[in-house]
Each structure stands twice: as structure tokens, then as C-alpha cells.
């Protein structure tokens, strides 16, 4: 079964990094991409970014170009999503989701990770 | 991008009850809109996508409808675990945007 396992909650200082990361299995991890969408608290859903498991092709979010950068390690079926000069506004549940190979594909996003609560704090 | 607008915000009814969910894009997304659950604590679950298709798994009570600007989730009658909130979610256009979500609780 196909399963999305993500790291666990951090808190952070403002101006700081953070990676998370999220192992795959149950599929062949370089046939999809990965989404990632974040969720602040009482808030919506914000998709932020899609990276390509097979070539590690990346599209952002205006918002988060520059400074947000994802990574594959296709050894490990594992994403990892950095996201750097945190802000307060930052604190979310962070969740990666299998998403289809190709930018732009209208696939519907079927599998998430467990999400990874991010708190940004002095 | 594309902005999706959801109404209501709030829907207040009783198990039993049919829920009728409104999502409205700001450009046309010919038949590509999802519609996703969420539970507190919960990653989304996928209801429905290309604006009518059940999602394995999926009660038969759940249905969507609409295509272009104007799409309807509809819960024929609403069970205990139905109350949660309900994001529509564009990826005709990318990025990809949802709604800002509609909350159905029990009234």
C-alpha cells in the first residue's frame, strides 16, 4: 500500500531553516512527483511546490520561490522540502502528497503524508 | 492563478439532513475540480474529482456535480462522520488552489 511517511514536528526561531522530509514506499518512487501543500492553524490549505521523483524537475508557488528548495534522494524514495528565513506566519502543518510526473498534470492528488507541524517561535 | 470561492463558509444541520456545497472559480477549470475532506488532525481525504467522480472508497451518498466556473459537492444525507470541512481544489490551471473551505457542523 502506498504510504507517505514524514518527519516529525520542530520548532523553530524565526530567520532560521527547516528540512522536512517524506519517505515513500509501496510504490516505484520515481514514476510520480511530490506535492507539497502547508496549512496554517484554523486556516486552509496552501499548495506550495511539485518536484519530479524522476528528474528532479521543480514548479513553486510565486510565494515561495527563493526561498523555499526541494530535493529527491531517489536511493532512499525520500523528498525532503527546505524552507529558509522562517517567519512567524511560517507555523503550519507542512504535508507532502503524491502527485503526478509532470508539471501541470490535472491528476487528482490521492495520497498524503501524516503532515509535519513546523512552529515558528522565538 | 486561479481563486476558487467556497459559500458557505458554515453549514449547520442534522444527521439525516442533505448538505449542499458551493464552489466558484474565478476562471474556467473546464471539468478538473476535486473536492477533498478534512477532519481535524487529518490530512485530506479525495471525495470526488473531475468534478463528478467518486473516489474509491467513497460513500455513494457524497456526489459532485458542475464544470467550467461553477461545481456542487452534495451530501444526500449527512452521517455523524460527514461533519468536517470541505476544500474544492482547481489543478486545471497551475499552481493549483483550493478553496478557503467550507465547515459542515451539526446543528
Known amino acids: 500500500q502506498v504510504q507517505l511517511v514524514q518527519s516529525g514536528a520542530e520548532v523553530k526561531k524565526p530567520g532560521a531553516s527547516v528540512k522536512v522530509s517524506c519517505r515513500a514506499s509501496?510504490?516505484?518512487?520515481?514514476?510520480?512527483?511530490i506535492s507539497w501543500v502547508r496549512q496554517a492553524p484554523g486556516q486552509g490549505l496552501e499548495w506550495m511546490a511539485w518536484i519530479s521523483a524522476y528528474n528532479g524537475n521543480t514548479n513553486y508557488a510565486q510565494k515561495f520561490l527563493g526561498r523555499v528548495t526541494m530535493t529527491t534522494d531517489t536511493s532512499t524514495s525520500t523528498a525532503y522540502m527546505e524552507l529558509r528565513s522562517l517567519k512567524y506566519d511560517d507555523t503550519a502543518v507542512y504535508y507532502c502528497?503524491?502527485?503526478?510526473?509532470?508539471?501541470?498534470?490535472?491528476?487528482?492528488?490521492?495520497?498524503w503524508g501524516q503532515g509535519t507541524p513546523i512552529t515558528v517561535s522565538s | 492563478e486561479i481563486v476558487l470561492t467556497q459559500s458557505p463558509a458554515t453549514l449547520s444541520l442534522s444527521p439525516g439532513e442533505r448538505a449542499t456545497l458551493s464552489c466558484r472559480a474565478s476562471?474556467?477549470?473546464?471539468?478538473?475540480l476535486v473536492w477533498y475532506q478534512q477532519k481535524p488532525g487529518q490530512a485530506p481525504r479525495l471525495l470526488i474529482y473531475d468534478a463528478s467522480t467518486t473516489a474509491p472508497g467513497i460513500p455513494a451518498r457524497f456526489s459532485g456535480s458542475g464544470s467550467g466556473t461553477d461545481f456542487t459537492l452534495t451530501i444526500s444525507s449527512l452521517e455523524p462522520e460527514d461533519f468536517a470541512v470541505y476544500y474544492c481544489h482547481q489543478r486545471s490551471n497551475w499552481p493549483p488552489t483550493f478553496g478557503q473551505g467550507t465547515k459542515v457542523e451539526i446543528k
Open positions: 502528497a503524491r502527485d503526478s510526473i509532470r508539471v501541470g498534470a490535472t491528476n487528482p492528488v490521492y495520497y
Open positions: 476562471q474556467s477549470v473546464s471539468y478538473y
Open positions: 509501496g510504490y516505484t518512487f520515481t514514476s510520480y512527483g
